[in-house]
Nanobody
Framework: VQLQASGGGLVQAGGSLRLSCAASGSIFSINVMGWYRQAPGKERELVADITSAGSTNYADSVKGRFTISRDNAKNTVSLQMNNLKPEDTAVYYC????????????????WGPGTLVTVSS
């Protein structure tokens, strides 16, 4: 199983970016998909996640500015980031909790390689 993210880059404060992540490989189903971020000198933190049923969860710092969505048929998750602030600068990681086979209910955690988002003031 691999996760591949795209969409990072440099944007001015107040601007927007959209991150996308696609999971591929031996996948029976995906439970939760989400985005985490890690700023320099800080621990990795949850930005937002979404269940297969569409229930979402956001960090307080991004509520009202970021929107997470997913396409279950395509095994993709996206993060629309609006009104970006310099404090949003970080490496963003895609995460997925994946069930690889119908034979047993075991979830495995996978991470994408990370994509850099830089917000200039």
């Amino acid at each position: 199983v691999q996760l591949q993210a795209s969409g990072g880059g440099l944007v001015q404060a107040g601007g927007s970016l959209r991150l996308s992540c696609a999971a591929s490989g031996s996948i029976f189903s995906i439970n939760v998909m989400g985005w985490y971020r890690q700023a320099p000198g800080k621990e990795r933190e949850l930005v937002a996640d979404i269940t297969s049923a569409g229930s979402t969860n956001y960090a307080d710092s991004v509520k009202g500015r970021f929107t997470i969505s997913r396409d279950n048929a395509k095994n993709t998750v996206s993060l629309q980031m609006n009104n970006l602030k310099p404090e949003d600068t970080a490496v963003y990681y895609c995460n997925a909790s994946i069930r690889k086979t119908s034979a047993r209910y075991t979830l495995e955690d996978y991470w994408g390689p990370g994509t850099l988002v830089t917000v200039s003031s």
